[in-house]
């Protein structure tokens, strides 16, 4: 295996021959298509992918990536990707999973995969609304959201998908949009060089079921107001004419406009790496505070917390070196024995 | 030598053929321990043996209440056992509670040991008593021994300056010391439990073998006792031999299909009563390369077990019930994607909750039919705590073959009763070979083996076997999304077919006792013992009986419709209301007898015995 030569992969090298079945219009064609493209530049041999997922427009992912993948069942793409990992920690194992699918029938496992930190990539698509059953508000819809199963209004009080992840220990956790294809490519390689659990949330469009819910964060005319770029080791700056940012006092954010005495060097500085994750769960639900942007980027990604796969397959490694490895028959003869002669 | 002592008493040693002691008390005081110290003491003296622990759900249930009653039973013979016994010939109770509980099951004249310093008013009062049984006529029938267990206890103690309550924790050795004379028993397999067990506490070593010792001494010093009893060994198939309960054996048997097939095993496992464990075994044997994985839940518990089996490993999930009613959509997805996986299921009573402590069979149906649409899954259950070590590798051995889920139902009863277990030859374990796809010159992730319909394993990191697979139906052969209406009856079809095929792979059975005649007992899982002693005592009585206990329930052997026409009548006693009968009359048209029991208790071999008179009609 060693000495064989990485092929030089271009983007079709990552495509099937199955007709794509997504609604013409649908963000997931962009993602698609990023995800192809990063993957021809990661540097990893096509056998060695893996991508897993859940139900949903999402889930279909695989189908469409000329990798190893397996559409299961609904929410349990973490899980089958767990066990995937555990066994063959050298393979690179991707989970394409929604809104509803990670965070509602899936969120037990999407919450203890981030826990355990196992070395999975998980793109979780948020249009925050449910396409494959043909739209019912999700865990991500805003309160009041109007869907077939609520005609006047949800009552639910949302999900902020990355707060869950950061409340789960996450050490990865990133938000980009669908149209923006050069940020998305970005993000998906840290996240693929990220070594545990990397959540990214992707603000992806339903066209048919949820049309235009990321509309101020995509659309040429609000989008600079509305979209904070993170860049590790860079104040946090946005607007139109960059001439806005975010200010901490105490533990409170605020929007600075700078000038009249305020400077960048009043504003917070995004770090990625800060080991207390209370300044990215700031930012993972800044959006909702009136007035503020919504952040894209890498939130937080720490290193140097085991992966779970290799802590387990460690241990057996432990063992064998200490025990040596299993004698069968001498397991079978364990404990008290006694000998009937004929 | 002639002997000039003079035997202080006279004593009686007699020799009987077989005995049954139950140790009973409250869930704090160490019954269970008691009793498999005294089995591991007859097994290892070579006496046949069957165990029945049983034990309430609550951990520690108000101490000397009634629910919180614990026993241990252990039948051991110079003959063939074939259950923990009907009756019991000599009872240990340690307090009231536990007297009123078990008292029925004792013999006329049984021995009864009560530990008097638990008959106080107030140990009266927790045990809802309004009388004290010691002191009105209640116990006339039997041999009683007043036994000051607690001061006795603490006074052999006295002088190692351990607190009361670690004192009194040691009591139940004094009762196990007592038992071990009045059975004429070694102490020393015990000892050396006591010294392995607590070596980093030599403190506790000492105090409990003071304990039993003094327990011992105190038989032989007290006139009370005129008569011990010896119980020879019994004549076994001879071999190597060691005491196995069925959960201990299921791990074991795992560990050796990993071997077989060098595959890895990878369990999936959330912990549930009464199945837990078998991942505490298997988490022990990571010498073996065994993985376990303590999942957040029992539906991730098998998801990645999935994961494990479609990344190459030997992936199993152990659950009871409750779990088993979770894990059922990820079944389907197993059937669908064709992975090989082994679910065990140790039955408990329910529905829901139910009864996690006791044993009932009554999950069958569900592991043959509870999943959506058509999702046949084989079914094996094994017959005896031994069997359930080679029902483990018979189960791997099945789903590599045929690339299928199968289900093992063993029962609560099963899990944690013991036997002694011949234990195999590396030679005697079958092979359980295993390939792996590797040439990706036409592969087709569903194309499959004419004989068994199995698909390749394809597992990730294989050079140009990208392939996806899933639970939408798949064209056959490409495994490409297919909708088309013929494709998904072929597809139903295959797969019904897979499974039907492994009857050819698996052995005719063949009836114990006479092969045709008046009665035949169909019976499967835990049943087994008392089915088989019930027979024997009617064919001694000159009845033609035959026994068959299956083994495989999905498929059924090929030549089980034939087996049924030889008989006038078909008896089936399950644990449950009559799950295994419904498919034997669906399926072979026979009127065949259900026998039912819903108790959590083990069937007793002369209530067969009964049901076998009625239906032959010489009531």
Request: hydrophobic share 40%.
């Amino acid at each position: 295996m060693a000495t064989d030569t990485l092929p030089i992969y271009k983007k079709r090298d990552f495509q099937t021959d199955q007709e794509i079945r997504w609604c013409p219009g649908c963000g997931d064609y962009a993602i698609l298509s990023a995800v192809q493209m990063v993957f021809a530049e990661l540097g990893v041999k096509r056998e060695n992918f893996v991508f897993i997922s859940g139900i949903g427009c999402s889930s279909r992912f695989p189908y469409y990536m000329n990798t190893f993948g397996f559409h299961t069942i609904h929410g349990r793409a973490p899980a089958i990707a767990t066990g995937v990992k555990l066994v063959r920690p050298d393979l690179d194992v991707w989970v394409a999973t929604g809104d509803g699918d990670s965070l509602s029938i899936g969120g037990n496992h999407t919450i203890h995969m981030l826990r355990r930190n196992v070395g999975l990539k998980v793109l979780m698509f948020n249009n925050k609304i449910y396409g494959l059953t043909k739209g019912q508000y999700s865990p991500t819809s805003e309160v009041g959201k109007k869907a077939k199963s609520t005609p006047f209004g949800s009552v639910d009080r949302p999900f902020h998908p990355l707060s869950v992840a950061l409340g789960s220990e996450a050490t990865f956790v990133a938000r980009s949009v669908d149209v923006f294809q050069s940020h998305l490519k970005e993000t998906l390689k840290k996240a693929a060089a990220h070594s545990g659990s990397a959540y990214v949330e992707i603000l992806q469009n339903c066209n048919i079921f949820n049309d235009g819910a990321w509309e101020a964060l995509t659309e040429k005319e609000t989008r600079h107001d509305n979209v904070l770029e993170l860049v590790h080791g860079k104040p946090l700056v946005f607007g139109k004419n960059r001439d806005k940012g975010i200010r901490m006092t105490g533990l409170e954010l605020e929007v600075v406009t700078l000038g009249n005495g305020i400077t960048e060097a009043d504003l917070l500085v995004h770090n990625d790496s800060d080991p207390n994750p209370l300044y990215a769960f700031a930012l993972s639900r800044m959006d909702t505070l009136e007035g503020f942007p919504t952040p894209i980027g890498v939130l937080r990604g720490i290193e140097g917390t085991p992966r779970y796969e290799d802590l387990i397959n460690d241990q057996i490694k432990e063992v064998q070196a200490k025990r040596g490895k299993g004698d069968l028959g001498k397991l079978l003869r364990a404990g008290d024995t006694w000998e009937i002669r004929a | 030598m002639a002997s000039t002592i003079t035997e202080p008493l006279a004593r009686r040693r007699e020799t009987v053929e077989s005995a049954v002691i139950r140790f009973c008390g409250d869930s704090g005081d160490g019954m269970q321990i008691t009793g498999s110290q005294f089995t591991n003491t007859a097994a290892l003296f070579g006496n046949d043996l069957a165990t029945f622990p049983d034990f309430p759900a609550e951990i520690r249930a108000p101490a000397g209440t009634l629910p919180g009653v614990s026993g241990f039973q252990v039948h051991f013979s110079s003959t063939d056992v074939f259950t923990p016994g009907d009756a019991v010939d000599a009872l240990v109770a340690m307090n009231p509670a536990a007297l009123k509980m078990n008292l029925a099951d004792l013999k006329p004249n049984g021995i009864l040991i009560v530990n008097v310093d638990h008959f106080l008013e107030t140990d009266l009062r927790k045990a809802n008593q309004t009388e004290n049984p010691l002191e009105n006529h209640t116990l006339d029938g039997y041999r009683l021994f007043k036994v000051e267990l607690t001061k006795l206890t603490r006074a052999a103690l006295k002088d190692l300056g351990l607190d009361t309550k670690s004192m009194d924790r040691c009591k139940n050795f004094f009762a196990l010391g007592m038992c071990y004379w009045l059975y004429n028993r070694s102490m020393e397999s015990t000892e050396r439990w006591l010294n392995d067990k607590f070596k980093n506490k030599p403190i506790l070593v000492q105090a409990n073998l003071l304990a039993m010792k003094a327990g011992y001494s105190y038989c032989d010093a007290s006139e009370s006792f005129q008569v011990t009893y010896d119980i020879p060994p019994a004549k076994l198939e001879p071999g190597l031999y060691r005491n196995i309960s069925g959960n201990a054996a299921l791990a074991l048997g795992f560990v050796a299909a990993s071997q077989q097939s060098k595959t890895r095993l990878f369990l999936g496992s959330y912990p549930i009563t009464p199945a837990s464990d078998i991942l505490h075994e298997l988490a022990q044997y990571k010498d073996f390369g065994v993985m376990t994985f303590q999942a957040e839940d029992e539906i991730a518990a098998i998801t990645a077990a999935i994961g494990a089996a479609y990344a190459g490993a030997l992936g199993i999930t152990t659950t009871s019930g409750p779990g088993m009613a979770l894990k059922t959509e990820a079944l389907g997805l197993a059937v669908a994607v064709e992975l090989p996986l082994v679910v065990c299921d140790i039955q408990r009573g329910g529905p829901s909750t139910g009864l996690p402590t006791k044993t009932e069979q009554a999950d069958l149906l569900q592991a043959l039919f509870g999943r959506n649409s058509e999702a046949p899954i084989p079914v094996l259950a094994p017959s005896s705590p031994g069997d359930c070590f080679w029902i483990a590798l018979e189960a791997s051995r099945i789903a590599v073959k045929y690339m299928v889920p199968v289900i093992i139902l063993s029962d609560g009863y099963l899990a944690n009763g013991a036997e002694p277990w011949k234990i195999p030859t590396l030679a005697e374990l079958p092979e359980i070979p295993v390939h792996y796809e590797t040439n990706p010159e036409n592969f087709r992730p569903y194309r499959r083996d004419p004989e068994t319909l199995a698909r390749p394993w394809a597992i990730p990191g294989t050079p140009g076997l990208e392939h996806r697979v899933g639970g939408i139906e798949k064209q056959d052969v490409t495994g490409n999304i297919s909708y088309d209406p013929l494709n998904h009856e072929h597809m139903v079809r295959t797969r019904a077919e897979k499974v039907a095929r492994i009857a050819q792979d698996i052995p005719d059975i063949v009836p114990e006792g006479d092969a045709q005649g008046d009665v035949l007992i169909v019976g499967w899982g835990s049943t087994s013992g008392p089915i088989t002693g019930a027979m024997n005592t009617l064919r001694a009585k000159g009845h033609k009986i035959g026994h068959v206990h299956l083994r495989h329930l999905n498929p059924f052997p090929r030549n089980l419709g034939d087996v049924l026409k030889r008989y006038k009548k078909v008896l089936v006693p399950e644990m449950n209301m009559g799950q295994l009968v419904m498919l034997l009359r669906a399926k072979f048209l026979v009127d065949a007898i259900g026998y039912n029991k819903i108790q959590g208790k083990p069937f007793k071999q002369s209530e067969i015995e009964f049901k076998i008179e009625e239906v032959l009609g010489v009531l």
